[in-house]
């Protein structure tokens, strides 16, 4: 007979054992982890992921996108599955935080309801996503682009990376099958929900000293490639009138989005120039041509249009101002992705009831429920990151926050198992 559903808690020292555990997997000299997707140390702890969920008797398999899966049968089996989880992989010289808390906190809810012998509605899915981090073969966001059929199989073919590995091929080591790449794509109707939980990487929740964020939405991110055209001459026989220094107008171009974020009232807009290429790239020779990418990122399609709006209008009077030409390419507009309401209702009234302050926040990063909000209900939850911190070494949350974030989990999985997909007969 099964227990009642009553106040189970989440055992916060095994999780900091399995968190200790992962973090084995790419350690470096720098204590930092370099567990890029596909690497024979990120091979080894997928490997260590499953065998992990084997040991509480969980329904694991790896699909065509190397996603690994693990699923809880539920009392009503035809229900659609509440899946939640992250990603593994980390950036270069990262933490042992990012993604993989996520992975690890859905972990040890299926070991909580394992031990507790509880049963759910739904059946419950963890799943740690493939390549979510930027990496090598240049495709981040993998798995969950994979599932959500935005990412095609003729989108992988002969994709390589610096090595000259092909993308196909390290798939196949990982467990994926690119031959049958689109059969790892969920339908919405398998899905009542997805649930997320990654660390801040920021300093809101920490600088009022509130444990839980609730995301109300994930951020959009557009991107451009600009390259300013001017002229090369030597830099001591020519005239600072007689110039046409690409790299001057680059700079008030930099400058005027800088003027433009800064201006603008929402804090949660931003903007970045983070890659600048000088051709000729001398001491001596009057810049011909910059290339450089202009980020913005907001939580509304209307924040992001309205500060590119007022950056083109300075950037023309950078362009009649000066001898110079501007070419403006488009490389991403990924819209914002608003969180479901009924899963952040839930999150937050769980977060009441055991007590714990929230904060409803957006995500300024991106993240795998980015793409899973276009196919099911989904929200996020973020733990407060130490000093902001995140993609080094020094990333780190408290244990004491992990354990508040991972029973809130636990509570709002339960809360939605009974809330989602009930009819009036029920």
Known sequence: ??????????????????????????????????????????????????????????????????????????????????????????????????????????????????????????????????????????????????????????????????????????????????????????????????????????????????????????????????TVFGEANHAGTTLMEDRKDALSAASELILALEEVCRSYPENEVVGTVGKLNINPNSANIIPAQVDFTLEIRGKSKEQIEKVLSMWTDKAEKVKQARPIDIHRKILLDQPPAPMDEQVIQAIEQQAKLLNYESLELGSMAGHDATHMASITKSGMLFVPSIDGKSHCPEEESQIEDIEIVANVLLHSLLALDKGLDVSIND
């Open 1 to 226: 007979m099964s227990k009642p559903m009553t106040k189970p808690k989440i055992n916060v020292e095994r999780l900091a054992s399995s968190i200790k555990d992962l973090s084995k997997f790419g350690r470096n000299e720098s204590d930092g982890l370099d567990r890029t997707t596909f690497t024979t140390s990120e091979l080894e702890a997928r490997e260590w992921l499953k065998a992990e969920l084997e040991k509480i008797d969980l329904d694991v398999r790896v699909d065509e996108a190397a996603n690994i899966w693990a699923k809880r049968q539920g009392m009503e089996p035809t229900l659609p599955v509440i899946a939640f989880g992250s990603h593994i992989d980390t950036v270069p010289n990262g933490g042992k935080y990012d993604g993989a808390l996520g992975v690890l906190m859905a972990l040890e809810v299926m070991k909580v309801l394992e031990e507790n012998d509880m049963t759910t509605r739904h059946p419950f899915e963890l799943v740690s996503f493939s390549a979510e981090e930027p990496n090598p073969f240049g495709l981040s966001t993998f798995g969950s682009r994979a599932i959500t059929g935005k990412l095609k199989k003729e989108d992988i073919v002969g994709v390589k990376d610096a090595n000259g590995t092909l993308l196909t091929d390290a798939l196949r080591k990982s467990g994926g099958n690119p031959d049958q790449f689109e059969a790892a794509v969920r339908e919405s109707s398998e899905l009542s929900a997805y649930v997320e939980v990654h660390i801040e990487q920021g300093k809101r929740l920490l600088n009022r000293s509130i444990p839980v964020g609730v995301v109300s939405a994930i951020t959009g991110i557009y991107r451009e490639e600009i």
